[in-house]
């Protein structure tokens, strides 16, 4: 059995068409301005001193994930170990936080207590 529309389908609606906007004076124009952002919040990385971390591990540490050279290193190592703490690197917070994960993982895995935060930088 064949079944036939009575009737032809019809096209689909067309939208109305629209006629330009007319400016009867009335328009506020507002002026655009390019907007400023501010530069991220940087974090420095700090490590701490302990009595039983090497201090060769932690040269070794400063070279391998804070790119420092044997003298730079040296010289950071030397900070911590006087003054109990010192400046790494600064970095924004993704940055800082990965390299805090580096050397503590870093040393868990040798065996030294040796410890390593992120603060902001003022």
Known sequence: MKFMAT???????TPPSRAPARDD????V?????Q???????????MLNDDYTP???????LQE?????REAA??????????????????TRDVAATKVEQVLDA??????PLQCVSEPVE
């Open 7 to 13: 009737k032809p389908p019809s096209p689909p609606p």
């Open 25 to 28: 004076g009335d328009s506020v």
């Open 30 to 34: 507002m002026e655009r301005r390019p």
């Open 36 to 46: 400023k952002t501010q530069p991220p919040q940087m974090y420095q990385v700090v």
């Open 55 to 61: 201090m060769e591990f932690v040269i070794v540490v």
């Open 65 to 69: 994930f804070f790119s420092k050279d």
């Open 74 to 91: 040296t010289q950071i190592m030397l900070k911590i170990h006087l003054d109990g703490k010192g400046v790494c690197g600064v970095y």
């Open 107 to 112: 040393a868990l895995k040798a065996g030294h």
